[in-house]
């Protein structure tokens, strides 16, 4: 009878994943089949933790998210939760035997939103691999089904994919993480002040990063490859709005790509797939 509740689970990430995010759920579309509830699952797991601290703030949120911790690696422990979410989570941990250690640095960079602060370099680098390169890894035993020495090989590469992803996103949403939830993610820049020259060097960060990762995704089996870059496409779509746009438009404006164009891109990187141009 557990098969029903595990399909009720994977149901549960799926929704989840369309729901928060059409862009992500398209990437999976374009997945071989067999790996569409992996990936709901991690990103299912993700989008709930990242929504207990930017969202749940009238709660005690250190307290949900410890909880939420707590009932995780319960979860991976027992092989069975009664959250749904991290039901189908655990299956896929002990499925493709996704290192705990991932888990555990993502969910600190989780506790380190709980709290008001400008971050250093140290910790902007701790953040990003906790917030976005483990996630990226997450994905990346997935895709590697098992094969230890193509994952080590990929591993760069799916680091920089996540990282650059993330600071696509904390530009996209500076405005809103500044003024709504008091934080500041990029170091040694005054947000009171934000300049030209300083979205221009952490623009330049992420074009190094996006190349970095392209020659990855090249490399990646045949069953991912074309979803992840469906997924490295958009964001660079949008990054590329981002650059185009003043300092000061994007504390005003949140970017994003319409859904006429997330079409074009779809049928631009079906067809580049075909014609074996990954």
Known sequence: MKQKFDRLSAEFSKIATQRYSTSFSLGIRFLNKELHHPIYAIYG???FADEIVDSFHEYDKPMLLAQFKKDCFEAIEN?????????????VVRQYNIDHQLIHLFLKSMEMDLDKQSFSQEKYEEYILGSAEVV???????????????????MPAAKKLGSAFQKINFLRDIGSDFNNL??????????????????????????????????GIKQLPNSSRQGVFLAYEYYRQLFNKIKSARACAIFSKRFRISNARK?????????KNKMNLI
């Open 263 to 271: 079409m074009v891109l779809l049928c631009d990187v079906f067809l």
């Open 182 to 215: 008091n934080r500041t993610y990029f170091p040694d820049v005054d947000l009171g002040r934000f300049t030209e020259e300083d979205k221009r060097k952490i623009e330049q960060d992420i074009e190094q990063e996006l190349d970095d990762a392209l020659a």
């Open 136 to 154: 990226g890894l997450m994905c990346l035993f997935v895709f590697t089904g098992g094969d230890i020495n193509r994952y080590y090989e990929l």
């Open 45 to 47: 797991f993700v989008r």
């Open 79 to 91: 092989g069975i939760s009664l959250n749904p979410i991290l039901n189908s989570f655990q299956q």
